[in-house]
């Protein structure tokens, strides 16, 4: 526990510092000639807020299916059954499936994933009294990956692919 702690915050200061004092990062940064004309036709190209990618000296890449589907259901249950005592109960469960999208150079590929998960985090909190409290938070998470590779193998290229993974948190 101690090496984690010390871990985390050697990790922190080294991030500051070299983002501050040492100002390395700073060498790699550039600005264009005119800011507010290239902010100008940069949103005037842009439909609404997000994140883009500008694929540089990289041709755009159509897609000729991408079907995804998902859902997922979260509860939080909590229970006082004293003033010094509490219980929560947090469940999570979630499934999605999706086709791995084509480009046009592979037009009959039909890989998919599918990938169902849940996560079940009991929790139980004592208060002592004003300076002492007890919280213990144990958990589990499960999730099961299948990878499917299209019905016939010599549609998939450069290689047909089937998976079946699972981690147990």
């Known amino acids: 526990m101690l090496a984690a702690l010390l871990g985390g915050l050697t990790a ?7 983002w501050e004092p040492i100002g390395w990062h700073a060498k790699s940064l550039r600005t264009f000639q005119n800011d507010k004309e290239v902010a100008a036709v940069i949103s005037s190209h842009t439909l609404e807020d997000g994140a883009y990618l500008v694929p540089y000296g990289m041709p755009p890449v159509s897609y000729t299916h991408l079907d995804v589907y998902k859902r997922q259901i979260f509860d939080r249950i909590d229970f006082q059954p004293t003033s010094h005592d509490a219980l929560h109960l947090n469940l999570f469960t979630a499934r999605n499936w999706f086709q791995i999208p084509n480009s046009y150079d592979e037009p009959n590929q039909d890989q998919r994933q599918k990938v169902v998960s849940f996560n079940v985090a009991p929790g139980y909190q004592h208060t002592f009294g004003t300076k002492t409290l007890l919280t213990v938070n144990p958990w589990v998470r499960r999730d099961f990956v299948n990878y499917y590779p299209s019905s016939n193998p010599f549609d998939d290229t450069p290689a047909t692919l089937s998976q079946d993974r699972h ?3």
């Not at 922190?12 to 070299?18: F, G, I, K």
């Open 12 to 18: 922190l200061a080294w991030s500051n510092v070299s």
């Open 167 to 169: 981690l147990l948190n």
